[in-house]
Protein backbone atom coordinates (compact mmCIF):
# COMPACT_ATOMS: atom_id res chain seq x y z
CA UNK A 1 0.00 0.00 0.00
CA UNK A 2 1.31 3.29 -0.83
CA UNK A 3 1.77 5.58 2.25
CA UNK A 4 1.62 9.47 1.86
CA UNK A 5 1.23 12.44 4.71
CA UNK A 6 -1.79 14.13 4.52
CA UNK A 7 -1.40 17.66 3.50
CA UNK A 8 -1.91 20.60 5.88
CA UNK A 9 -4.12 22.44 4.05
CA UNK A 10 -6.87 19.46 4.73
CA UNK A 11 -6.08 18.96 8.48
CA UNK A 12 -8.70 20.65 11.02
CA UNK A 13 -8.95 22.66 14.09
CA UNK A 14 -9.77 19.66 16.71
CA UNK A 15 -10.22 15.97 17.10
CA UNK A 16 -13.42 16.50 19.14
CA UNK A 17 -16.79 15.32 17.77
CA UNK A 18 -19.96 18.15 16.07
CA UNK A 19 -21.16 20.08 19.16
CA UNK A 20 -25.11 19.28 19.74
CA UNK A 21 -27.23 22.46 18.53
CA UNK A 22 -27.83 23.71 22.12
CA UNK A 23 -24.17 24.35 22.41
CA UNK A 24 -23.63 27.13 19.87
CA UNK A 25 -25.97 29.96 20.72
CA UNK A 26 -27.12 32.24 17.55
CA UNK A 27 -25.01 34.72 18.49
CA UNK A 28 -22.69 34.94 15.48
CA UNK A 29 -19.22 34.81 17.82
CA UNK A 30 -19.74 31.27 17.61
CA UNK A 31 -17.76 31.05 13.88
CA UNK A 32 -14.49 33.39 13.76
CA UNK A 33 -14.31 35.57 16.73
CA UNK A 34 -12.29 38.63 17.93
CA UNK A 35 -9.93 37.96 21.15
CA UNK A 36 -9.10 41.06 22.96
CA UNK A 37 -5.90 41.17 24.89
CA UNK A 38 -3.06 44.11 25.49
CA UNK A 39 -5.80 46.28 24.05
CA UNK A 40 -5.84 44.78 20.41
CA UNK A 41 -8.21 42.27 18.68
CA UNK A 42 -6.79 39.07 17.81
CA UNK A 43 -9.26 37.11 15.38
CA UNK A 44 -9.10 33.47 16.07
CA UNK A 45 -10.97 30.57 14.98
CA UNK A 46 -13.54 29.14 17.64
CA UNK A 47 -13.34 25.51 19.31
CA UNK A 48 -16.83 25.10 17.22
CA UNK A 49 -15.67 25.69 13.76
CA UNK A 50 -13.04 23.01 14.26
CA UNK A 51 -14.81 20.13 15.57
CA UNK A 52 -17.14 20.55 12.21
CA UNK A 53 -13.70 19.58 10.52
CA UNK A 54 -12.66 16.51 12.52
CA UNK A 55 -14.66 13.74 10.64
CA UNK A 56 -13.01 15.23 7.57
CA UNK A 57 -9.72 15.28 8.75
CA UNK A 58 -9.89 11.50 10.24
CA UNK A 59 -11.65 10.71 6.16
CA UNK A 60 -8.57 12.37 4.71
CA UNK A 61 -6.13 10.65 6.69
CA UNK A 62 -7.62 7.08 6.64
CA UNK A 63 -8.21 7.31 2.47
CA UNK A 64 -4.25 8.84 2.11
CA UNK A 65 -2.48 6.84 5.19
CA UNK A 66 0.06 8.19 6.86
CA UNK A 67 3.80 8.47 6.06
CA UNK A 68 6.25 7.10 8.41
CA UNK A 69 7.68 9.09 10.68
CA UNK A 70 11.28 9.98 9.85
CA UNK A 71 14.40 9.59 12.44
CA UNK A 72 15.79 13.10 12.96
CA UNK A 73 19.20 13.03 11.00
CA UNK A 74 19.87 16.58 10.26
CA UNK A 75 18.67 18.51 13.26
CA UNK A 76 20.45 21.67 11.40
CA UNK A 77 18.01 21.52 8.56
CA UNK A 78 14.69 21.45 10.57
CA UNK A 79 15.74 24.47 12.74
CA UNK A 80 17.14 26.40 9.84
CA UNK A 81 13.43 25.74 8.40
CA UNK A 82 11.45 27.34 11.05
CA UNK A 83 11.00 30.54 13.33
CA UNK A 84 9.39 29.24 16.06
CA UNK A 85 9.42 25.92 17.85
CA UNK A 86 6.08 25.20 20.43
CA UNK A 87 7.30 22.85 22.69
CA UNK A 88 5.32 20.71 25.30
CA UNK A 89 6.83 20.56 29.09
CA UNK A 90 5.74 17.16 30.98
CA UNK A 91 8.02 14.72 29.26
CA UNK A 92 9.87 17.71 26.81
CA UNK A 93 11.44 19.90 29.56
CA UNK A 94 10.90 18.19 32.38
CA UNK A 95 9.65 15.01 34.46
CA UNK A 96 7.86 15.91 37.13
CA UNK A 97 10.12 18.21 38.86
CA UNK A 98 12.55 16.99 37.56
CA UNK A 99 14.69 19.14 34.16
CA UNK A 100 15.50 16.60 31.76
CA UNK A 101 18.94 16.47 30.76
CA UNK A 102 20.23 19.20 27.84
CA UNK A 103 17.29 21.37 28.07
CA UNK A 104 18.91 24.46 29.23
CA UNK A 105 21.54 24.69 26.63
CA UNK A 106 19.11 23.35 23.73
CA UNK A 107 16.63 26.33 24.50
CA UNK A 108 19.85 28.68 24.60
CA UNK A 109 21.21 27.70 21.09
CA UNK A 110 17.95 27.86 19.53
CA UNK A 111 17.34 31.49 20.97
CA UNK A 112 21.07 32.31 19.52
CA UNK A 113 19.83 30.98 16.16
CA UNK A 114 17.08 33.72 17.04
CA UNK A 115 14.12 31.37 17.08
CA UNK A 116 10.92 32.14 18.95
CA UNK A 117 10.39 29.63 22.01
CA UNK A 118 6.79 28.80 22.92
CA UNK A 119 5.25 26.27 25.64
CA UNK A 120 2.01 25.13 25.87
CA UNK A 121 0.34 22.72 27.84
CA UNK A 122 -2.17 21.11 28.24
CA UNK A 123 -2.26 20.95 32.07
CA UNK A 124 -4.87 23.59 33.95
CA UNK A 125 -3.70 22.77 37.26
CA UNK A 126 -1.60 26.05 36.87
CA UNK A 127 -1.51 29.55 35.54
CA UNK A 128 0.60 31.05 33.64
CA UNK A 129 2.36 33.01 36.27
CA UNK A 130 2.66 29.42 38.57
CA UNK A 131 4.22 28.12 35.21
CA UNK A 132 6.47 30.48 34.94
CA UNK A 133 7.74 30.20 38.81
CA UNK A 134 8.31 26.41 38.11
CA UNK A 135 10.35 27.17 35.16
CA UNK A 136 12.35 29.84 37.50
CA UNK A 137 12.65 26.79 39.61
CA UNK A 138 14.05 24.66 37.53
CA UNK A 139 16.50 27.32 36.59
CA UNK A 140 14.88 27.77 32.75
CA UNK A 141 14.90 31.53 31.51
CA UNK A 142 11.30 31.91 30.21
CA UNK A 143 9.15 34.76 30.31
CA UNK A 144 5.33 34.62 31.05
CA UNK A 145 4.39 35.73 28.10
CA UNK A 146 6.04 32.41 26.18
CA UNK A 147 3.93 29.93 28.20
CA UNK A 148 0.34 28.99 27.01
CA UNK A 149 -1.76 26.73 29.51
CA UNK A 150 -5.15 25.44 28.97
CA UNK A 151 -6.13 27.12 32.02
CA UNK A 152 -5.54 30.54 30.33
CA UNK A 153 -7.04 28.85 26.87
CA UNK A 154 -10.37 28.63 29.11
CA UNK A 155 -10.19 31.90 29.59
CA UNK A 156 -9.12 33.12 26.40
CA UNK A 157 -11.84 31.31 24.95
CA UNK A 158 -14.27 33.49 26.69
CA UNK A 159 -13.14 37.07 26.13
CA UNK A 160 -12.77 35.99 22.55
CA UNK A 161 -16.40 35.41 22.62
CA UNK A 162 -17.19 38.61 24.55
CA UNK A 163 -18.62 36.62 27.26
CA UNK A 164 -21.00 38.57 29.42
CA UNK A 165 -19.25 40.07 32.25
CA UNK A 166 -22.20 39.94 34.27
CA UNK A 167 -22.22 35.82 33.94
CA UNK A 168 -20.72 33.95 36.13
CA UNK A 169 -18.47 31.06 35.18
CA UNK A 170 -18.40 27.47 37.34
CA UNK A 171 -15.42 25.46 37.30
CA UNK A 172 -14.72 21.77 37.76
CA UNK A 173 -11.20 22.01 38.40
CA UNK A 174 -8.32 23.40 40.31
CA UNK A 175 -6.65 26.79 41.07
CA UNK A 176 -4.92 27.36 37.83
CA UNK A 177 -8.36 28.05 35.74
CA UNK A 178 -9.66 30.46 38.50
CA UNK A 179 -6.22 32.43 38.89
CA UNK A 180 -6.63 33.08 34.99
CA UNK A 181 -10.39 34.14 34.90
CA UNK A 182 -9.88 36.19 37.37
CA UNK A 183 -7.26 37.88 35.40
CA UNK A 184 -9.55 37.80 32.21
CA UNK A 185 -12.15 39.97 35.04
CA UNK A 186 -14.49 36.66 35.02
CA UNK A 187 -16.88 36.19 37.88
CA UNK A 188 -16.59 32.04 38.81
CA UNK A 189 -17.63 29.60 41.65
CA UNK A 190 -16.84 26.29 41.69
CA UNK A 191 -13.15 24.59 41.66
CA UNK A 192 -11.56 23.59 44.74
CA UNK A 193 -13.98 25.21 47.19
CA UNK A 194 -16.35 22.58 46.24
CA UNK A 195 -13.73 20.09 46.92
CA UNK A 196 -15.29 18.65 50.13
CA UNK A 197 -19.09 19.14 49.40
CA UNK A 198 -21.53 16.37 49.64
CA UNK A 199 -25.20 15.51 48.82
CA UNK A 200 -27.21 13.78 50.96
CA UNK A 201 -29.79 12.17 49.09
CA UNK A 202 -33.38 12.13 50.63
CA UNK A 203 -36.83 12.24 49.77
CA UNK A 204 -38.02 15.74 48.02
CA UNK A 205 -34.60 16.82 48.25
CA UNK A 206 -33.72 19.93 45.33
CA UNK A 207 -30.23 21.30 44.69
CA UNK A 208 -30.11 24.81 43.72
CA UNK A 209 -28.02 25.97 41.65
CA UNK A 210 -26.68 29.68 40.57
CA UNK A 211 -29.04 30.84 37.20
CA UNK A 212 -26.52 33.09 36.20
CA UNK A 213 -23.84 30.79 35.02
CA UNK A 214 -23.29 31.13 31.53
CA UNK A 215 -20.32 28.83 30.91
CA UNK A 216 -18.69 25.32 33.11
CA UNK A 217 -15.05 25.39 32.31
CA UNK A 218 -13.93 21.50 33.16
CA UNK A 219 -10.92 20.73 33.80
CA UNK A 220 -8.36 17.92 35.72
CA UNK A 221 -9.37 17.71 39.09
CA UNK A 222 -8.32 15.81 42.11
CA UNK A 223 -11.00 16.92 44.31
CA UNK A 224 -13.54 15.77 41.50
CA UNK A 225 -17.01 14.68 43.08
CA UNK A 226 -20.59 13.81 42.31
CA UNK A 227 -21.34 17.37 43.60
CA UNK A 228 -19.80 18.84 41.17
CA UNK A 229 -20.99 16.73 38.67
CA UNK A 230 -24.69 17.42 38.97
CA UNK A 231 -24.04 21.49 39.94
CA UNK A 232 -22.47 21.09 36.33
CA UNK A 233 -25.04 19.43 34.81
CA UNK A 234 -27.71 21.88 36.27
CA UNK A 235 -25.94 25.34 34.93
CA UNK A 236 -25.54 23.25 31.45
CA UNK A 237 -29.13 21.59 30.87
CA UNK A 238 -31.31 24.67 32.59
CA UNK A 239 -29.31 27.76 31.77
CA UNK A 240 -30.22 28.84 28.55
CA UNK A 241 -27.48 29.11 26.40
CA UNK A 242 -24.97 27.99 29.11
CA UNK A 243 -21.33 26.67 27.42
CA UNK A 244 -19.54 23.36 28.23
CA UNK A 245 -16.08 24.08 27.83
CA UNK A 246 -13.16 21.21 28.21
CA UNK A 247 -9.67 22.36 29.00
CA UNK A 248 -8.62 19.17 26.90
CA UNK A 249 -10.01 15.87 27.08
CA UNK A 250 -6.86 13.66 27.92
CA UNK A 251 -7.55 10.02 28.99
CA UNK A 252 -4.33 9.86 31.19
CA UNK A 253 -2.38 12.01 33.00
CA UNK A 254 1.33 11.14 34.78
CA UNK A 255 0.78 12.49 38.34
CA UNK A 256 3.39 9.73 39.64
CA UNK A 257 5.93 7.63 37.19
CA UNK A 258 4.99 4.47 38.64
CA UNK A 259 1.48 4.39 36.32
CA UNK A 260 -0.84 6.08 34.38
CA UNK A 261 -3.92 8.35 35.87
CA UNK A 262 -7.11 9.17 34.92
CA UNK A 263 -7.21 12.25 32.77
CA UNK A 264 -8.99 15.11 32.48
CA UNK A 265 -10.68 13.67 29.83
CA UNK A 266 -12.49 11.39 32.65
CA UNK A 267 -14.04 14.45 34.59
CA UNK A 268 -15.55 15.62 31.14
CA UNK A 269 -16.47 12.56 29.99
CA UNK A 270 -18.96 12.36 33.44
CA UNK A 271 -20.38 15.89 31.86
CA UNK A 272 -20.52 15.03 28.67
CA UNK A 273 -22.66 11.60 29.75
CA UNK A 274 -24.92 13.30 31.86
CA UNK A 275 -25.84 16.31 29.72
CA UNK A 276 -25.65 14.90 26.37
CA UNK A 277 -23.22 17.75 25.21
CA UNK A 278 -20.46 17.76 23.60
CA UNK A 279 -17.90 20.16 25.29
CA UNK A 280 -15.87 23.13 23.15
CA UNK A 281 -12.08 21.74 23.54
CA UNK A 282 -9.37 24.76 23.39
CA UNK A 283 -6.55 22.44 24.77
CA UNK A 284 -4.63 20.39 22.27
CA UNK A 285 -5.51 19.05 19.90
CA UNK A 286 -8.05 21.86 19.39
CA UNK A 287 -6.22 24.54 17.16
CA UNK A 288 -7.74 27.43 19.30
CA UNK A 289 -4.16 28.23 20.83
CA UNK A 290 -2.07 27.73 17.19
CA UNK A 291 -4.27 30.26 16.12
CA UNK A 292 -3.98 32.34 18.94
CA UNK A 293 -0.84 32.11 19.16
CA UNK A 294 -0.23 32.36 14.92
CA UNK A 295 -2.23 35.87 15.67
CA UNK A 296 -0.33 37.36 18.72
CA UNK A 297 3.56 36.99 16.84
CA UNK A 298 2.29 37.10 13.55
CA UNK A 299 3.42 34.20 11.75
CA UNK A 300 2.35 31.28 9.46
CA UNK A 301 1.41 28.09 11.01
CA UNK A 302 4.13 26.28 8.59
CA UNK A 303 7.23 28.50 10.21
CA UNK A 304 6.70 26.21 13.50
CA UNK A 305 7.48 23.19 14.56
CA UNK A 306 5.53 21.35 17.28
CA UNK A 307 7.75 19.38 19.67
CA UNK A 308 6.07 17.25 21.49
CA UNK A 309 6.25 13.28 23.73
CA UNK A 310 2.37 12.68 22.73
CA UNK A 311 0.59 11.63 20.07
CA UNK A 312 -2.81 12.14 20.13
CA UNK A 313 -2.40 15.58 21.56
CA UNK A 314 0.75 17.00 20.78
CA UNK A 315 1.45 15.70 17.54
CA UNK A 316 -2.29 16.18 16.19
CA UNK A 317 -2.88 19.80 17.61
CA UNK A 318 0.58 20.33 15.39
CA UNK A 319 -0.77 18.60 12.42
CA UNK A 320 -4.10 20.33 12.64
CA UNK A 321 -2.46 23.50 12.62
CA UNK A 322 -0.42 22.82 9.58
CA UNK A 323 2.97 22.71 11.16
CA UNK A 324 6.10 20.48 11.26
CA UNK A 325 6.19 17.56 13.96
CA UNK A 326 8.47 16.29 15.91
CA UNK A 327 8.07 13.65 18.98
CA UNK A 328 10.57 12.97 21.73
CA UNK A 329 10.98 9.62 23.20
CA UNK A 330 11.47 11.36 26.74
CA UNK A 331 7.80 11.03 28.05
CA UNK A 332 4.81 8.83 27.47
CA UNK A 333 5.33 7.47 23.86
CA UNK A 334 7.75 4.83 22.55
CA UNK A 335 9.12 3.87 19.39
CA UNK A 336 7.35 0.45 19.48
CA UNK A 337 3.91 2.47 20.11
CA UNK A 338 5.01 5.00 17.53
CA UNK A 339 5.54 2.21 14.72
CA UNK A 340 2.41 0.04 15.70
CA UNK A 341 0.11 -0.69 13.05
CA UNK A 342 -2.52 0.24 15.15
CA UNK A 343 -1.08 4.03 15.41
CA UNK A 344 -2.41 6.09 12.69
CA UNK A 345 -0.76 9.54 13.99
CA UNK A 346 3.20 10.05 12.54
CA UNK A 347 4.82 13.24 13.06
CA UNK A 348 7.30 14.54 10.65
CA UNK A 349 10.42 13.52 12.70
CA UNK A 350 11.14 11.92 15.58
CA UNK A 351 14.40 11.17 17.93
CA UNK A 352 14.94 10.70 21.31
CA UNK A 353 15.15 13.91 23.48
CA UNK A 354 15.56 17.67 22.43
CA UNK A 355 18.99 17.68 23.33
CA UNK A 356 19.94 15.66 20.19
CA UNK A 357 19.45 19.56 18.50
CA UNK A 358 22.68 19.76 19.70
CA UNK A 359 24.66 16.67 18.92
CA UNK A 360 23.09 16.15 15.40
CA UNK A 361 23.10 19.56 14.46
CA UNK A 362 25.42 19.73 12.04
CA UNK A 363 25.00 15.76 10.99
CA UNK A 364 24.35 15.36 7.07
CA UNK A 365 21.37 13.00 5.75
Partial sequence: ??????????????????PSPQQAPSSP???????????????????VAGQRCAARRRSVMAA???VPAAKLENADALIDSVETFIFDCDGVIWKGDKLIDGVPETLDMLRSKGKRLVFVTNNSTKSRKQYGKKFETLGLNVNEEEIFASSFAAAAYLQSI????????????????????ELAGFQYLGGPSDGDKKIELKPGFYMEHDKDVG????????????????????????????????????AVTHLTDAQEWAGGGSMVGAILGSTKQEPLVVGKPSTFMMDYLAKKFGITTSQICMVGDRLDTDILFGQNGGCK?????????????????????????????????????????
Fill in 1 to 18: MLLTRASPTFLPSTSAAS
Fill in 29 to 47: TFGRSQYRRGGGLVSVSSP
Fill in 64 to 66: AGA
Fill in 162 to 181: DFPKDKKVYVIGEDGILKEL
Fill in 215 to 250: AVVVGFDRYFNYYKVQYGTLCIRENPGCLFIATNRD
Fill in 325 to 365: TLLVLSGVTSVQMLQSPDNSIQPDFYTNQISDFLTLKAATV
